[in-house]
């Protein structure tokens, strides 16, 4: 491995002990391991917890991508003064190599060159145990997104199984959930201060094993209600959700309802005679600055993005990291959702309260993308989550804090909610007018139920942000679906389309909305893709980005996908589980594809929607040619043998219901922890 070079502007982080000797340390405070390759950008997860740690003063080392296979790699930087951190990277291990039909995906996108063997399956597990191995006596810390969204009882999808808690597998002393800046400061600080790692009980945003009698008195009173406010929250236990998909559904449920810091309370479940205890999340981090700057006790967005980062790989990389490639000039503004989108992990994992820059710290960085050497003047994202939610919050903090609400805007926004694109308008213009950049674009998801309401910020948009084409996340247009999705209906979508059209052409742009659908999600059925079909044939639109769902660990939409139940709701809810339902209704998304003719035929077939099939100017796609039929009549290789699934198993549609307005993006893997 390539050792600190001098031309850089920063040390990178240790990664060998050469670099420790170049800094004159003897040994690392902390040292983090992660399943992604070493970039110092903001945007890879871990190293943006390393250099945070470093800039409160810790020896921070990194191990990226180690191999796994022995315990030695692990030692490479000696034994850490205070703990290991672990964490498998940016993605889930199992979502970055496997696809939703469980094939192997061609690249990881956060490794150099993009292979795909350089890390292993449930990363987190394998890594805290190597680490354990390495140094027995050594605290070992799980974080990341991995680790945060399979912290209580899971359905695994690439397993077909409802796992433990993985802090049972990995063996790990904590687990750092949720975004980790504020509880890995905390751990860092009182372990540096004395404290074992045994003491460390309390610290919110992190979860820890107890006993079977700590929790038998948990047990014997528990919250029961909303107002049992000193009280903690019994989930079903594993062996309960593993034997019954009701105990599961109502596990989910319950689990939602502690996600706000202003409210949350610890939860408890048991796993055999062992419990994995909770804290209630870490609060957000602070706007801006912050309301005490340089106070230790307190984290704000500032501080992340003023550490000092070399922005680009660390030197011992020969091949280019496709995820960096992804990111290197693009610009976040804030983190954090409150869409509450059920299919997605980010409220989950960043949390619903919208944490934001402030306008200085994001024209600094602007400045150092400015400066970097392959820079030809193009911002390539100026966003977040979501392109449009900067300083957008409650009306007030105090409101906020008491409120248990899933999303902010579904059903339909919230009458408390801020929605002013002021600032953010602001903001676009001012990183406009910085000398040396030509573009600013907005790559990242707009949601078009907030935009529609800012129609100078949709102006804006079209006039000097979009490169010809603006993704947006309608997702479907069936209202059922929507509304298990917890997206805007339809009808929104189709404003905010007219109104950036009508923008653009007042801005002589030629230019074009991609919009960006799912199949397959729980409440969608043959009939729903087929109302999805026909609209897209209306449109003239051909979706190339088509996402068949996934069922991301511990996502709402995943508990429907393994119960069969919307857990909000307690209702049944139809689920496509098979792989092969699951491609039939992804052919009718891409109906216009000769390659998907078949499939999509056989999908009309079941949907009773023959009348579909044909050359009139209705049909969705053209019969078979005569070859083709007769093949079919000799084999008998229909519709019906190939699923095992009569016209009947399907049920039918129901009456649409009225739907809210909602989010606008869908969990693509991407490099900001998107799931
Ligand atoms: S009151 Fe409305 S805007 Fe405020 S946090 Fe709750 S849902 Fe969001």
Redesign the pocket.
Known sequence: MASVTPRYAHPFLPVTRADLQARGWEQCDIIIVSGDAYVDHPAFGPVLIARFLEGRGFKVGIIPQPDWHSAEPFKALGKPRLFFGVAAGNLDSMLNRLTAQKKNRSEDQYSPGGRTNCRPDRASIVYAQRCREAFPDVPVVLGGIEASLRRIAHFDYWSEKVRRSILFDAKADLLVFGMGERPIWEIADRLHRGERIEDLKDIRGTAHLINDAAMKVIEADPAKRAADREKVVVLPSYEEVVADTRAFAVMSRDFQMETNPGNARPIVQRHGNRAIYMNPPARPLEDGAGLRPGETTTVAMDELYDLKLNRVPHPMYTERIPAYETVKHSVVLMRGC?GGCTFCSITEHEG?VIQSRSAQSVLREVREVRRMGDFRGTITDLGGPTANMYKLK??SED??SK?R?L??VHPGV????QTDHGPLIDLMRQVRKEEGIKHVFIASGVRYDLAERSPEYVKELAAHHVGGQLSVAPEHVSPRVLEKMKKPGIESFERFQHMFACASEDAGKEQYDIAYFISGHPGSTLEDMVMLAQWLKEKGKRPRQVQDFIPTPMSVATAMYHTGLDPLKMEPVYTAKGLREKRLQKALLLYWNPEHWPLAREALRLAGREDLIGRGPNALVPPESAAEAARLRRTGDNAEADTGLSTNAWPRPVQPRPSGRSPGRTPRPGPRGRQ
């Open positions: 409150f619903r409650c009306k409101i906020e409120c609400k999303s902010c919230c009458e408390n909610l």
